[in-house]
């Protein structure tokens, strides 16, 4: 008996479970997404998803997630159960039909995120969770291979030891794959190539192995890092990897117009793609930060510009060219860039080492350092050199020495108060959808207006780079969709993903009702069984109940009364019932008060209240029964 118990309960839990599942999925955000922060330690996290059953009301909640293990220090705060959505009815400024989104303001910190439905005032099934979403501080890295790591299977860098610590680890989607070691194979890579093949973004936990989007190599010093700013700042940590190994400032200048081709490499003399290396870190603004908000570019990069002598006045002019450029290809005027000072490099009259540093590349970095310009001072990077932290070379940074620079780039910041003078960006809101029906098994998706250009794709396909569709709406069957916009900065914004099912379902409208009825009566109108209702009626009159119940009624209440019916999925059904409120009677024959019989007034079964006229014809006798506390009607 007690296995049967056990597996009755074990059933139950299960399709409870499964219930609760189909009733509401979490589209957006994506777990391990990190939403920047403003200065009052706060963001707005946009939420949305769909429904597969009738749901008048969705609440959201943020719940902190423990410290402990490998959560690391965490200030979040719990936001409470509070409103994300409520069902518009036939208004279509709200998303609906088998789609909702909302956001909620969260403080910093790293969150389970929760959604619970309501349908007639009661709870609907159980509440649908999504694990690890943040709120905290977004980075984008820029500069040479001592930013972007260097390839090497033996000297990654550390995996981040919290959990908190997020990167996107997948950033362009090409149908070629160049070797990065063969530079006559990088075309490819070109800015106008791949700034369209963005992988919709999907975060993943910052390992030594992760390629950060969208062109990092290796976790390198950033993950060290993360979990520093996660046990000083108390935040989860995002970070973009936007530089490109091997490049001087005067690559980076050179590419910011991507029409034409970039100098060649200082050191090796190769070709950059066109907008390369200028190109990543456009993409790394107009896609992620965009998306998630920032609040700085880290610039680690100096040391091929040691090598190739650049003077202190060409390095600051080809960097403030490539600042400025940043924030006007991204909108972000004030973007606020973080300027290590690094310079050491191969002696170029040894170049089996040991390297050497460069006064003139450190003083132009200084000289570039102006906070109230948003420009701030980062680490000093050459004085941690040597075997146990560099290469054979003395260049490239390993082992301890990663771990130095995370701690050095950790210092800088705080020295700087960027939580305080680093004004940051927040995420633009997610473009949002609005689905309606057009068939059965077609459902028509609109996007957002105000958008400069509109790209559909499906997500599961390719990282969502293929595009399926464009214009400000499409027509789809079943599958799952996004849309991906950008506006006049080139800035993409890219929707929650929408899923489509294989049917929409079918709808009825039939109004079943007492009419005629007399005056002073009660009307009673009762739709067939549907999600969603919306009845209107003469003065104005409208409900989404499925029954109309109309006391008292009176000659006002005569006309037509239009019902609609709607699935969830916005297919609809119309019908219409005329009513007639009789006012008026007219004696037919002699009899009783009661009878219809006695009355002519095209009311089957009706008879006169103390509402109506009535006419008795001279010769009619009619008979009211009186009973106790019966008031005679107004002949």
Not at 44 to 62: D, F, P, W
Request: glycine share 8%; proline share 7%.
């Amino acid at each position: 008996m007690k296995h049967l118990y056990k597996l009755a309960s074990l059933l139950f839990f299960i399709l409870t479970y499964h219930q609760s599942l189909a009733q509401l999925s979490i589209t957006f955000p994506t777990t391990r997404a990190v939403f920047q922060r403003d200065l009052s330690n706060q963001a707005s996290v946009h939420v949305a998803g769909v429904y597969t059953e009738k749901v008048e009301r969705i609440e959201v909640r943020l719940v902190p997630i423990p410290a402990g293990g490998s959560i690391g220090p965490n200030d979040a705060v719990d936001t409470q159960w509070q409103t994300l959505w409520t069902y518009p009815g036939n208004t279509t400024s709200t998303p609906s039909n088998g789609y909702f989104q909302g956001s909620v303001t969260a403080k910093g910190g790293w969150y389970d995120l929760k959604v619970r439905a309501y349908q007639n005032g009661s709870l609907l099934g159980q509440e649908t969770t999504l694990s690890k979403v943040g709120v905290g501080e977004v980075f984008v890295i820029a500069g040479q291979s001592n930013a972007t790591g260097i390839a090497d299977p033996d000297n990654t860098g550390p995996s981040a030891t919290y959990d908190q610590v997020s990167a996107v680890g997948i950033g362009y989607k090409i149908t070629e794959n160049p070797d990065p070691n063969q530079p006559d194979q990088w075309g490819p890579w070109s800015y106008s190539n791949i700034k369209d093949k963005v992988a919709t973004p999907e975060f993943v936990h910052l390992d030594a192995t992760t390629t950060l989007a969208p062109f990092g190599l290796s976790a390198w010093c950033w993950g060290a890092l993360g979990d520093l700013l996660v046990q000083r700042w108390r935040v989860p940590v995002a970070f973009f990897q936007g530089g490109w190994s091997g490049t001087g400032s005067v690559n980076w200048f050179t590419s910011i117009d991507p029409s034409q081709d970039p100098a060649l490499n200082p050191v090796f003399s190769y070709p950059y793609p066109k907008g390369q290396p200028y190109g990543n870190l456009r993409v790394s603004l107009n896609n992620y930060a965009s998306q998630y908000g920032v609040r700085a570019v880290l610039l680690h990069q100096g040391e091929t510009d040691n090598f190739a002598n650049t003077s202190q006045e060409t390095y600051v002019s080809n960097w403030n060219a490539v600042i400025t450029a940043s924030r006007s290809n991204s909108g972000k005027e004030n973007l606020p860039w973080v300027i290590s000072r690094a310079s050491r490099y191969f002696d170029r009259t040894n170049l089996s080492g040991p390297s050497i540093n460069s006064p003139t590349i450190i003083s132009a970095q200084n000289a570039l350092i102006n906070p109230t310009k948003q420009i701030f001072a980062g680490p000093a990077t050459d004085d941690i050199h040597g075997p146990e932290y560099r290469d054979a070379v003395d260049v490239h940074f390993k082992g301890q020495g990663l771990l130095l620079l995370a701690k050095a780039w950790a210092d800088a910041l705080d020295a700087a108060n960027i939580r305080s003078q680093a004004t940051p960006y927040a995420a633009l809101a997610p473009a949002r959808l609005y689905p309606s029906c057009l068939s059965s098994t077609q459902m028509r998706v609109k996007g957002q207006d105000g958008w400069a250009s509109y790209t559909w794709v499906n997500p599961l396909n390719n990282n969502g780079v293929n595009s399926v569709a464009s214009g400000n709406s499409a027509d789809f069957t079943a599958g799952t969709y996004q849309l991906k916009v950008s506006d006049s900065k080139g800035n993409v914004i890219v929707s929650p993903r929408i899923i489509v099912p294989a049917s929409l379902g079918t709808v009825t409208a039939t109004i079943n009702g007492n009419t005629p009825l007399s005056a002073g009566h009660t009307l009673g109108l009762t739709a067939a069984d549907a999600p969603y209702y919306s009845w209107s009626g003469p003065n104005g009159y409208t409900s989404a109940q499925k029954s109309i119940q109309l006391a008292d009624v009176s000659a006002s209440q005569t006309g037509t009364y239009n019902l609609m019916t709607t699935n969830i999925y916005g297919c609809t059904a119309t019908t219409s019932k005329p009513v007639q409120v009789i006012t008026s009677y007219t004696s037919a024959q002699s009899g009783n008060w009661d009878d219809p019989a006695t009355w002519t007034a095209n009311c089957p079964g009706c008879i006169p209240t103390s509402k109506t006229n009535v006419d008795l014809r001279p010769t009619h006798r009619v008979v009211i029964k009186a009973t106790q506390n019966t008031t005679a009607p107004n002949p």
